[in-house]
């Protein structure tokens, strides 16, 4: 009877820590670098969407409609598979651009209803670019597998911004 | 150009506010002091002093809080603790949490009945509605409704429980007394918030999908009209003859007209505006930003934003968030009424 009771204990104690993972809750991540390069040139960079060769996790972006609102672009991936996106906002005078996953397979990026925006902020001759983000995880109901919970969806997210900022940054820094 | 957002511009801020605090009438009916924001990423509780401009307390709640409504008479607020599948009870007085139940697979959208004291939880996962007794903290009732429920609104009767049944595109109505559903309304493509109006005439959902808002008759159980807005809008707050939508990926809140449902200003807020509720007597709406992390007010005579105040990270107060001052508060009390006989010794 005591066993049961302490094991019953042990399960009680644990219970927390299994359900952090669970319930519809979006996820956000947001990066920011600062570049030793005018605003103008960086927003030059990052502000057309029809070319994302800064990122050198993607090896070709192909797509539609320039930097209209509605343009469309299919990123591909170095090592395979392609992210289709949607450019939803687009503001050239504020040096921001915000864009959405239309499909994606969650074996590719681990998310879902995912959206985000670039800004660059001029800084003096410096600029600071802040990438945000919002997404909900890859598998929808109670109880993901690992690859598809929400420290998943954050940590592949964090992964493309990083490395993104820090490869614009050595572009625009000449490094 | 829209307003740069990613600092919150304290002395904007405060400018802001000193012209927002002018301008209430006395014949209007006491305004909320006080919003309860539910802030999703930080897992915590923002109580925001609305005559002050400013969060007053940010208490810690757990399970990842989203929904939330209000006793009618102030005391308690009611939250929605997804991830650990929780209804959370917050005294509101003590700004504290007085009790936790779990509820359902996934609760999400709530609602307070006005009268009885039943609080109405969407299961998102169980695709139910359960009904929880506020003074014995059981449930005491579930009803199926369709596929994922999110929004849950009561009639200000009482008499009538809706649910956004966001992945069935439909709303369930539910008569309260029997606690059973007596219909259903097809609507716009996954609708999330749900709103009825204060006579019970009409309500509207926003829908995700499909970038509009349905308006239903009520008596006649029927949807009645569409009317286009931003993008992703997420939930419907009714003011001064106007309906305020935040629209999520749009970062604006689309307001049109209740009589001739004509758009009349698209306004730029923080980015992704999700709850969204007008004050009693009509005069603002506030609207929690989840990216910008703010909760913003919205003149409703103006149609502008007058108050930008910052509050935890993520913000959703998907519900009912503004506190009534309800019978028991009086207005602007001192902030120490003797709660014992002054003769006690001091602790």
């Known amino acids: ?175 | 150009m829209p307003i740069r957002r990613s600092s919150p511009a304290l002395a904007l801020t405060l400018a802001l506010i000193a012209t927002s605090a002018a301008g209430t009438s006395a014949a209007d009916p006491a305004p909320p002091r006080e919003a309860f924001v539910t802030n999703q990423t930080a897992d915590s509780l923002s109580i925001v002093d609305l005559d002050a401009g400013k969060a007053a307390a940010e208490i810690k709640i757990g399970g990842k809080p989203a929904g939330i409504a209000m006793a009618p008479d102030g005391r308690f607020a009611y939250l929605t603790s997804p991830e650990s599948k929780e209804l959370v009870v917050v005294d509101a007085e003590k700004r504290a949490v007085a009790a936790r139940l779990q509820v359902g697979q996934g609760p999400l959208g709530i609602a307070v009945h006005p009268k009885n004291d039943r609080v109405y939880v969407a299961d998102w996962y169980e695709h139910k509605l359960y009904a929880v007794d506020a003074a014995t903290l059981k449930v005491v009732g579930s009803v199926e409704v369709g596929k994922s429920p999110s929004g849950v609104a009561v009639t200000a009767d009482g008499a009538r429980i809706l649910t956004a049944d966001r992945d069935s595109n439909q709303v369930s109505i539910i008569d309260s007394a029997s606690f059973t559903r007596t219909g259903t309304v097809a609507v716009g493509e996954r609708p999330f918030g749900v709103t009825v109006d204060a006579e019970g005439r009409r309500a509207y959902t926003a829908n995700v999908g499909s970038d509009d808002v349905s308006v239903i008759d009520l008596s006649a159980g029927k949807l009645i009209a569409t009317v286009k807005v931003g993008h992703r809008p997420y939930a419907v707050a009714l003011a001064g003859g106007h309906a305020f939508v935040t629209d999520q990926y749009g970062g604006t809140v689309t307001v049109f007209d209740l009589a001739s449902l004509a758009v009349v200003k698209t306004i730029e807020v923080g980015e992704y505006p999700e709850g969204i509720e007008a004050e009693p007597g009509g005069g603002s709406v506030y609207v929690a930003c989840w990216e910008a992390n703010t909760l913003e007010r919205i003149d409703t005579a103006t149609l502008a934003v007058t108050a930008r105040i910052p509050v935890g990270d993520g913000p959703r107060a998907f519900g009912r968030f503004l506190r009534p001052p309800g019978p028991l508060s009086l207005p602007k009390a001192p902030p120490s009424l003797p709660k014992a006989p002054p003769s006690l010794p001091k602790d």
């Open chain 1, 1 to 175: 009877m005591l066993r049961l009771v302490a094991s019953f204990l042990a399960l009680v104690c644990l219970w927390p820590l299994a359900a952090t993972a669970h319930g519809p809750t979006r996820q956000k991540v947001v990066e920011t670098v600062e570049i030793n390069a005018p605003a103008d040139e960086v927003w030059a960079v990052v502000g057309n969407f029809q070319d994302m060769s800064w990122h050198p996790a993607f090896k070709k972006t192909e797509g539609t409609g320039g930097n209209d609102v509605g343009a469309t672009r299919i990123l591909t991936l170095e090592g395979g598979g392609q992210i289709f996106e949607k450019l939803s906002k687009y503001n050239a005078e504020g040096k921001s651009l915000a864009y959405e996953i239309t499909e994606v397979d969650v074996k590719v990026v681990p998310v879902t209803n995912y959206s985000a925006s670039i800004t660059v902020t001029p800084d003096g001759d410096k600029s600071k670019v802040e990438w945000k983000s919002a997404f909900y995880r890859g598998y929808v109901n109670n109880d993901p597998p690992p690859e598809l919970s929400d420290e998943a969806a954050v940590k592949a997210i964090t992964g493309v911004f990083q490395s993104g900022l820090e490869a614009l940054k050595k572009k625009l820094e000449g490094g």
